[in-house]
């Protein structure tokens, strides 16, 4: 059984940063890519960021991009999201997810494990 648990998540003022990671267990991390998503209150959880298994591959949502970085630790299991320039507008809880084997690192339906999520408020 795949368990993925984030921590890191907080408040922090516009302008400020934060650093998520994810812990992941249950089968062989660094064969699958993992993402991040995030759901606002009342919106629908949408893609941030991804990245493959070897890492040399990354992914951003344009909301993000020059702001957030994702990179991973295969040795530790874990991923990780610097979240830098922080805006009132990321504010969001945020989810882990590892993908299935092969698929877009965009879509949701493509990953089937996912964490409890850790919450990023962003006060202006």
């Known amino acids: 059984q795949v368990q993925l648990v984030e921590s890191g998540g907080g408040l922090v ?7 998520l990671s994810c812990a992941a267990s ?16 009342g919106k629908e ?6 990245i493959k298994w070897s890492g040399g591959s990354t992914y951003y949502a344009d909301s993000v991009k020059g702001r957030f970085t994702i990179s991973r630790d295969n040795a530790k299991n874990t991923v ?3 979240m830098n ?14 993908r299935r084997y092969s698929g877009s690192v965009y879509q ?7 964490g409890q999520g850790t919450q990023v408020t962003v006060s202006s």
Not at 13 to 19: T, V
Not at 26 to 41: E, H, K, L
């Open 45 to 50: 959880r949408k893609f941030v960021a991804a």
């Open 80 to 82: 990780y999201l610097q």
């Open 13 to 19: 003022q516009a302008g400020g940063s934060l650093r």
């Open 85 to 98: 320039s922080l805006k009132p507008e990321d504010t969001a809880v945020y989810y882990c997810a590892q």
């Open 108 to 114: 949701r339906a493509e990953y089937d494990y996912w």
């Open 26 to 41: 249950g089968r062989t991390f660094s064969s699958y890519a993992m993402g991040w998503f995030r759901q606002a209150p």
